[in-house]
């Protein structure tokens, strides 16, 4: 693992495309939209930091946060609902 002083731009930005790739990952809209939306906020929310512990922490939680994501979109994957959701049924989004 990178030490706090060497956690790079391209590092982050990697932990952020891979959290919102794994997001896709999931089948139910509603564990998919909440993972993606999780990842923008934690992103957003640790834009400002500076102090490079808070960095190295931040995205240390961020790598943890990712392969929890992983696991669970596996898992996810055997037990998928049959239905789908209605935000993705054909019939709710021509009526809008």
């Known amino acids: 693992m990178a030490s706090s002083s060497t956690i790079l731009r391209t590092e982050i930005l990697s932990l ?7 997001a896709r990952q999931f089948c139910d809209y509603s564990i998919r939209e909440y993972t993606k939306r999780r ?4 992103f957003r929310e640790n834009r400002n930091l500076s ?8 995205f240390s939680d961020g790598k943890d946060q990712l392969d ?3 696991r669970q979109a596996i898992v996810y ?3 998928a ?3 789908k959701s209605v ?10």
């Open 16 to 22: 952020y495309r891979s959290l919102l790739r794994t």
């Open 39 to 42: 990842a923008v906020d934690a």
């Open 51 to 58: 102090d490079p512990s808070s960095i190295s922490a931040a």
């Open 68 to 70: 929890v994501a992983q």
């Open 77 to 79: 994957f055997f037990y």
């Open 81 to 83: 609902p049959k239905t």
């Open 87 to 96: 935000m993705e049924t054909s019939s709710y989004s021509s009526s809008s």
